[in-house]
């Protein structure tokens, strides 16, 4: 997959996520990489959107994990935002029950998913985000997984 695509406003991101957030359904994990205010949350929140979540979204930072009824594509499904930043050890995504999320029915967003490398699945979602600041943001898309390939292209 070689998608590239770039964001000069919060704006900008918020209207990618709700792109991006159109196109996906219950079972998808994404992963949301880059450093502190790149823009994650922002983009989450588009996704959010995207996917008709009607309470506000707040940051998951000190929650790690918070839940949303959404709806993907015409069926019911749980948004569930994580971010995983304060963890210090992989045992505790575990105990939070990061795993238990991966599900038919759920779409999950993970920001900070590092220290749960080991338990996330195989056809994860991979965005980069570059630049912080005023700067703009440069958002590249990776998997290991053809479908996204095949979901993604042409779409966003
Ligand atoms: N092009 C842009 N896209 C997204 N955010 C931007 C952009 N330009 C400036 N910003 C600002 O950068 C900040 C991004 O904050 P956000 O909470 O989304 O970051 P984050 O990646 O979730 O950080 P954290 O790791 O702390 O959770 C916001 O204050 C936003 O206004
Ligand atoms: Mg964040």
């Given at each position: 997959?070689?998608?590239?695509?770039?964001?000069?406003?919060?704006?900008?991101?918020h209207?990618?996520?709700?792109?991006?957030g159109?196109?996906?359904?219950g079972?998808?994990?994404?992963?949301?990489?880059?450093?502190?205010?790149?823009?994650?949350?922002?983009?989450?929140k588009?996704?959010?959107?995207?996917?008709?979540?009607?309470?506000?979204m707040t940051?998951?930072?000190?929650?790690?994990?918070?839940?949303?009824?959404?709806?993907?594509?015409?069926?019911?499904v749980r948004?569930?935002?994580?971010?995983?930043?304060?963890?210090?050890?992989?045992?505790?995504?575990?105990?939070?029950?990061?795993?238990?999320?991966?599900?038919?029915?759920?779409?999950?967003?993970?920001?900070?998913?590092?220290?749960?490398?080991?338990?996330l699945?195989?056809?994860?979602?991979e965005?980069?985000?570059?630049?912080?600041?005023?700067?703009k943001?440069?958002?590249?898309?990776?998997?290991?997984?053809?479908?996204?390939?095949?979901?993604?292209?042409?779409?966003?």
């Amino acid at each position: 997959m070689n998608i590239r695509l770039e964001s000069s406003s919060p704006e900008e991101t918020h209207a990618l996520g709700t792109k991006l957030g159109k196109l996906l359904q219950g079972g998808d994990v994404l992963c949301l990489i880059g450093d502190l205010g790149a823009g994650k949350t922002a983009l989450a929140k588009g996704i959010g959107e995207a996917l008709n979540v009607q309470e506000p979204m707040t940051s998951p930072t000190f929650t790690f994990i918070i839940e949303y009824q959404a709806n993907a594509q015409g069926t019911p499904v749980r948004l569930v935002h994580m971010d995983l930043y304060r963890l210090n050890h992989p045992e505790e995504a575990e105990v939070i029950g990061v795993g238990e999320n991966f599900q038919e029915d759920r779409i999950c967003l993970i920001e900070w998913p590092e220290i749960a490398e080991d338990i996330l699945p195989e056809d994860v979602l991979e965005l980069r985000m570059e630049g912080s600041g005023e700067e703009k943001r440069v958002i590249t898309f990776h998997s290991q997984s053809a479908h996204w390939t095949e979901r993604l292209d042409g779409n966003l």
